[in-house]
């Protein structure tokens, strides 16, 4: 709007910022001198002239950095430029991710946040937060691989086939179903030392395949 004053007078003109706004600038259309500081965005003018003076704003923008091992991240891996104010969820679309030709698998089981993000969480969903700074964020994964348990003859064998995190220590128990049945030894992936042991500890450093022989 305008307003007369007095030839050769100073006046300053100030801002406000609005939300998540800012205040970048006030242009002249004369000789004021221009002076802005971060606290009261404050332009002094000396109307020596007919003077126009606008105030210009603008939308603040923060990095988001986006880590993750494997899988497809929303927002994605990298550095991503968002508005303050926001309210932003973070996911990764696909958490199951098959290693080796199906042998391992990486599962995303959680975050961790800086900044405007959540410091940690479990699962593959941040929620929804307020964007207001420089942030980071972590999708955490581990490394699974599978157990394959079978049973020959009259028996049975306690653990269950599946996937199971790496360097997962087990105790296997095999149990003959039958009277005058007795357990004989295991075959697959034990080392000889320890294919009578029973119970048998198993270290799962990798993909195994273990049965038990009953006769």
């Given at each position: 709007?305008?307003?007369?004053?007095?030839?050769?007078s100073?006046?300053?003109?100030?801002?406000?910022?609005?939300?998540f706004?800012?205040?970048?600038?006030?242009t002249?259309?004369?000789?004021?001198?221009?002076?802005?500081?971060?606290?009261?965005?404050v332009?002094?003018?000396?109307m020596?002239?007919?003077?126009?003076v606008?105030?210009?704003?603008?939308?603040?923008?923060?990095?988001?950095?986006?880590?993750?091992?494997?899988?497809?991240?929303?927002?994605?891996?990298?550095?991503?430029?968002?508005?303050?104010?926001?309210?932003?969820?973070?996911?990764?679309?696909?958490?199951?991710?098959?290693?080796?030709?199906?042998?391992?698998?990486?599962?995303?089981?959680?975050?961790?946040?800086?900044?405007?993000?959540?410091a940690?969480?479990?699962?593959?969903?941040?929620?929804?937060f307020?964007?207001?700074?420089?942030?980071?964020?972590?999708?955490?994964?581990?490394?699974?691989?599978?157990?394959?348990?079978a049973?020959?003859?009259?028996?049975?064998?306690?653990?269950?086939?599946?996937?199971?995190?790496?360097?997962?220590?087990l105790?296997?128990f095999?149990?003959?179903?039958?009277?005058?049945?007795?357990?004989?030894?295991?075959q697959?992936?034990?080392?000889?030392?320890?294919?009578?042991?029973?119970?048998?500890?198993?270290?799962?450093?990798?993909?195994?395949?273990?049965?038990?022989?009953?006769?």
């Amino acid at each position: 709007h305008a307003v007369e004053l007095f030839p050769g007078s100073n006046t300053t003109f100030s801002g406000s910022v609005s939300g998540f706004a800012m205040t970048f600038d006030f242009t002249p259309t004369g000789n004021g001198a221009l002076r802005i500081t971060a606290t009261s965005l404050v332009l002094a003018v000396t109307m020596d002239m007919p003077q126009a003076v606008t105030a210009n704003f603008c939308r603040i923008y923060y990095p988001l950095v986006v880590a993750s091992e494997y899988g497809n991240a929303m927002p994605p891996v990298g550095t991503n430029s968002v508005a303050a104010g926001s309210n932003l969820t973070c996911t990764v679309t696909n958490p199951v991710y098959l290693l080796s030709g199906g042998k391992t698998q990486a599962v995303c089981y959680g975050w961790t946040g800086g900044g405007s993000v959540p410091a940690n969480g479990l699962g593959t969903n941040t929620g929804s937060f307020l964007f207001t700074n420089a942030s980071s964020l972590t999708w955490n994964w581990q490394t699974n691989v599978s157990l394959t348990v079978a049973g020959t003859g009259y028996g049975s064998v306690n653990a269950t086939s599946g996937w199971y995190r790496l360097d997962t220590n087990l105790s296997l128990f095999a149990t003959p179903g039958l009277d005058f049945y007795a357990f004989q030894q295991w075959q697959g992936d034990v080392a000889p030392v320890n294919q009578y042991d029973n119970p048998l500890s198993l270290a799962l450093d990798r993909t195994r395949a273990v049965t038990g022989v009953f006769a």
